[in-house]
């Protein structure tokens, strides 16, 4: 006969009596019902796509612990609480399978994650280059409408702001859809160039002509230097 354990935590003893011939015998077998495996795969998730999540609750001790599939699990499927890493936009379905390794019992729950949308193509611009104690605008760029601007440093809302960095200064624009949360960033890098210095000392002379030599610090080996008279004289003889 086939007997159905509906009650854990219950020992029960089998007798079987066989009869032949006027002959009888008899056998026991104890039938101990152990508990279910205790499982926990958590609540269902919605996550941005391409953003990671772990999954489940805390493992017990004691415990196996198996996913399916083991698509984008980290770092193993062999864990209670494995970090997922969300791609696409199709509805994700994962099976946790838990084992007790005292009794062999085995019991599984499921957990279900949904993709939402991120932004895309968001843009804080080129790469721009400025003078000390110049300014420069920085404008965001999206193709979308459904969300919010947030510039760092400075907490700007704007989509385009106005920046006057004295060392170069990286500047980094969040955008956040309004919808559901999801954000995309991007960096724009604003250098400004050390001040130029240039040094010359006067000169005396007599009707006649001289060399005369700067001194100075260029931005690069490209920069210019240009002269000039300050109240000139004009010396015929």
């Not at 077998?29 to 805390?58: E, F, I, R």
């Not at 490209?222 to 109240?231: E, L, M, R, T």
């Amino acid at each position: 006969p086939t007997f159905t354990a509906t009650t854990p935590n219950v020992t029960t003893s089998y007798i079987v009596t066989v009869t032949d011939t006027g002959c009888t015998a008899k056998d026991t077998v104890v039938v101990t019902t152990y508990p279910k495996a205790t499982v926990n795969a958590g609540p269902d998730l919605t996550v941005c796509t391409g953003d990671s999540l772990q999954l489940g609750t805390p493992g017990l001790n004691g415990y196996n612990y198996s996913w399916t599939p083991t698509t984008n699990l980290s770092p193993s499927a062999a864990i209670a609480q494995p970090y997922l890493k969300v791609t696409g936009t199709a509805l994700l379905t994962y099976y946790l399978l838990a084992t007790n390794t005292q009794t062999g019992c085995q019991n599984r729950d499921t957990v279900q994650v949904t993709p939402t949308p991120k932004p895309t193509n968001v843009s804080a611009g080129s790469d721009v280059s400025i003078c000390p104690g110049q300014s420069t605008n920085l404008a965001a760029s999206i193709h979308q409408t459904e969300g919010s601007y947030e510039w760092m440093p400075g907490n700007s809302t704007s989509r385009t702001i106005t920046v006057s960095p004295q060392t170069t200064s990286q500047y980094v624009v969040k955008y956040t859809y309004n919808f559901n949360g999801c954000f995309a960033t991007d960096t724009v890098l604003v250098t400004v160039y050390p001040k130029v210095t240039v040094s010359i000392s006067d000169t005396v002379l007599c009707a006649s002509s001289v060399d005369m030599i700067a001194h100075g610090r260029p931005v690069s080996t490209a920069g210019v230097y240009s002269w000039y008279y300050s109240n000139p004289v004009d010396y015929d003889s």
